[in-house]
């Protein structure tokens, strides 16, 4: 097993295996690899819920990539070392306490990774040649690292929603047929309940499904007479 050195949070807060597991992740990406950081934060938006991460968090989220200079994301050089103050202020003036329990979700979500300095606080070193030479925020790593997993994900639950769409379309279809031909007093099909109805269905239509269905179970019983049967009908689904 290669062994993996891990940073330990900062103050009192507790660093899990998960969070372990994402520096790992994180650190074993190809440094080449790049990633449009605006394409990855559109596909988290698409898949949130998935990672349980609430729309304020990605607000915080889109604040952080903010503060990388470049659109790209790639190599080493991934750490956004901000303030409160100032990502409050990107983050449409958010609390700081509600700021502090965003960061937390999207780190045990995996989003982002902590880096933290001996002190605490998040600021950056520069070398002679005058590049950041050590930094310590919040590493943007994994959002690198899974940017694969993040555009699967928003693929299939778009897949889903397109599928729904086409599901509730079929149903409303069906049921303007059975509409129709309720008008005209014909047949109804008997696999129709009155769950598969749109919720904009008028009260009448209801009302007419279930006077159909009540009329079903007494044609088993007795014969109706069609002409009192038209009539009741009639007074049930006029609006």
């Known amino acids: 097993m290669e062994p993996h050195l891990s940073t330990t949070p900062f103050g009192r807060r507790t660093l899990t295996l998960a969070h372990v597991a994402n520096q790992a992740i994180a650190k074993a990406r190809p440094l080449e690899k790049a990633v449009h950081k605006w394409h990855v934060y559109q596909t988290l938006c698409i898949a949130r819920v998935t990672f349980g991460v609430s729309e304020r968090a990605l607000s915080v989220l ?78 943007l790593g994994p959002l690198v690292a899974r940017a694969e997993e993040f555009a699967q994900i928003a693929e299939a639950i778009l897949a889903a929603e397109r599928e729904m ?57 007795a014969p109706m007479n069609p002409h009192l049967s038209a009539t009741y009908i009639i007074q049930i689904q006029t609006p």
């Not at 303030?83 to 965003?102: C, F, V």
């Not at 599901?167 to 598969?196: D, K, M, N, Y």
């Open 62 to 139: 889109n604040a952080l990539l903010t503060f990388h200079p470049e659109t790209m994301l790639t190599g080493e050089d991934l750490i956004v070392f901000p303030s409160n103050d100032q990502l409050a202020r990107r983050a449409h003036g958010m609390p700081a306490s509600t700021l502090r329990k965003h960061l937390a979700v999207l780190v045990d979500a995996g989003l982002i990774i902590r880096r933290d300095s001996p002190n605490g606080k998040r600021y950056a070193r520069k070398g002679r040649d005058g590049e950041v030479a050590m930094a310590f925020g919040f590493d």
């Open 165 to 221: 769409k086409l599901v509730r379309e079929r149903i409303r279809r069906s049921t303007g047929c059975f509409a129709r031909s309720w008008l005209g007093f014909r047949e109804a099909p008997h696999s129709l309940s009155s769950s598969q109805l749109p919720r904009s269905s008028p009260c009448w239509l209801m009302r007419s499904l279930c006077c159909w269905r009540l009329m079903q179970k007494q044609k088993k019983r």
